[in-house]
């Protein structure tokens, strides 16, 4: 007596050349996102990690501004501007004269502020004090002078250099 088996063919599943097509194109776009999201990712920390020498060059990278109408800021005030990716300030003293300064402290880098009723510039970090006509460190913890810069005043606005 024989008996017959019924077993099933085994079928190989292979798959079609458009799904290989796509499911390559989904990898491709799938790295080029990752790419993307990494690098949005890295830049930031990468900023935060340069060295000062690297933020110093890219501050020192431009070397004159000129400020439009700042020839009419009066006496006794000042105005702040950026020099490069710094802060930096024009003070108009009352003897008429232009003194353009680094607004950065030389202690730990706050932004200074120009105090025209006591005619100096003054850190609320730390309490540091400069002269308004030099830079010179005058008290508190700042071990060195602000930065001057050249000014040239004209008729259309006030060209400030680095000397
Ligand atoms: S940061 Fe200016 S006195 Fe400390």
Not at 99 to 115: D, K, M, N
Not at 125 to 152: D, E, M
Request: charged share 15%.
């Amino acid at each position: 007596m024989s008996q017959v088996l019924n077993i099933p063919p085994i079928v190989k599943e292979t798959a079609e050349p458009g799904d290989q097509a796509s499911r390559r194109a989904f990898l491709v776009s799938a790295g080029a996102a990752g790419l993307c999201y990494t690098a949005a990712l890295a830049y930031p920390i990468y900023r935060y990690l340069a060295s000062p020498e690297e933020m110093e060059s890219s501050a020192t990278a431009v070397t004159e501004v000129t400020l439009k109408d700042a020839q009419k800021i009066p006496s006794g005030s000042v105005l702040m501007f950026k020099f490069g990716t710094a802060p930096a300030m024009l003070i108009h003293h009352e003897d008429g004269r232009w003194i353009a300064l680094t607004a950065v402290c030389t202690h730990l880098g706050c932004t200074v502020q120009y105090e025209p009723q006591a005619d100096r510039i003054h850190c609320g970090c730390h309490g540091g004090v400069y002269n308004a006509y030099t830079g010179a460190n005058v008290s508190g913890p700042p071990p060195k002078p602000l930065k001057l810069f050249k000014v040239a005043v004209n008729e259309t606005g006030v060209n400030v250099s680095r000397t």
